[in-house]
C-alpha cells in the first residue's frame, strides 16, 4: 500500500496568490482528514470527510480556506487569498470506518507564504 | 475547551534506560486517548490506543497508562534506543465524532 499521498511536498507562493493541496487518502478508506501544524499552535484539525461529505469544518480557520472531496481518492484545500500567516506543514490522513480509530498521515505539505 | 498538556522540554535519557511522557488534559475525560510518533519532516504515526474503561495497554517496549482521576496518561519506552528519538504526540478524541485534540509534543532524545 502506498499510504496517504500529498502533493506538493513543498509549496512556496507569495501573498494574494491561491494555494491548491492535493491529498489521495489510503484505497478503501472512508474518512478523510485535514491538518495544520505549526510550532505556535501544534497539529490542529481545519476539516474531516466521511464518505465524501464534510462531517466537521468547525477548524477551517477563515473563509478563505475551503475544502473539497470530489470523489473516494482525491481531496483539495484550498486557500485564496493566501497570507504569510497561513504558512505551515498541512497533513492530510484517512482511516477506514472498520478501524476508525486509527489515522493514516500523509508525509504533509510545507507551505510558505512570503 | 479541552486542553492538552505535554512536557515542552525535551527529554533526554541515556540508552537501555525507560523513558516516561506525560500527557495531561482539562475538563472532561475523552473517550480514548492515542500515541503517536513523529519524526522530523514526516506525518505521525500511530502507535497506541487506550480507552477510558483501561489501565494500561503495551504494546513490544510500549506501555500506556490511562488515570481518569488524575485526567493524566503516561506513556513509557523501556529499554530505549537512540532510535527511539522523535516528538511524541498524544491526542484525545472527546466523542463519537473522529474529531482528535493532539498535544503539542515532548521530544525524546536517547544518546547512545
Known amino acids: 500500500d502506498a499510504g496517504v499521498i500529498q502533493s506538493p511536498r513543498h509549496e512556496v507562493t507569495e501573498m494574494g496568490q491561491e494555494v491548491t493541496l492535493r491529498c489521495k487518502p489510503i484505497?478503501?478508506?472512508?474518512?478523510l482528514f485535514w491538518y495544520r501544524q505549526t510550532m505556535m499552535r501544534g497539529l490542529e484539525l481545519l476539516i474531516y470527510?466521511?464518505?465524501?461529505?464534510?462531517?466537521?469544518d468547525s477548524g477551517m480557520p477563515e473563509d478563505r480556506f475551503s475544502a473539497k472531496m470530489p470523489n473516494a481518492s482525491f481531496s483539495t484545500l484550498k486557500i485564496q487569498p493566501s497570507e504569510p500567516r497561513d504558512s505551515a506543514v498541512y497533513f492530510c490522513?484517512?482511516?477506514?470506518?472498520?478501524?476508525?480509530?486509527?489515522?493514516?498521515f500523509g508525509p504533509g505539505t510545507r507551505l510558505t507564504v512570503l | 475547551s479541552q486542553k492538552i498538556e505535554q512536557n515542552s522540554e525535551a527529554l533526554n535519557i541515556q540508552e537501555g534506560k525507560t523513558a516516561t511522557l506525560t500527557c495531561n488534559y482539562t475538563?472532561?475525560?475523552?473517550?480514548?486517548l492515542q500515541w503517536y510518533r513523529q519524526d522530523p519532516g514526516r506525518g505521525p504515526v500511530f502507535l497506541l490506543l487506550?480507552?477510558?474503561?483501561?489501565k494500561e495497554k503495551r504494546k513490544e517496549r510500549l506501555k500506556v497508562t490511562f488515570d481518569t482521576t488524575l485526567k493524566q496518561s503516561l506513556f513509557h519506552i523501556t529499554a530505549s534506543q537512540p532510535a527511539d528519538s522523535a516528538t511524541y504526540l498524544c491526542?484525545?478524541?472527546?466523542?463519537?465524532?473522529?474529531?482528535?485534540?493532539f498535544g503539542s509534543g515532548t521530544r525524546l532524545l536517547v544518546r547512545p
Open positions: 490522513a484517512s482511516s477506514w470506518s472498520g478501524e476508525p480509530d486509527t489515522q493514516y
Open positions: 484505497s478503501g478508506h472512508d474518512y
Open positions: 470527510f466521511n464518505n465524501n461529505v464534510p462531517i466537521d
Open positions: 475538563n472532561y475525560s475523552p473517550a480514548y
Open positions: 487506550i480507552r477510558e474503561n483501561e
Open positions: 491526542a484525545l478524541l472527546m466523542d463519537s465524532s473522529y474529531k482528535l485534540i
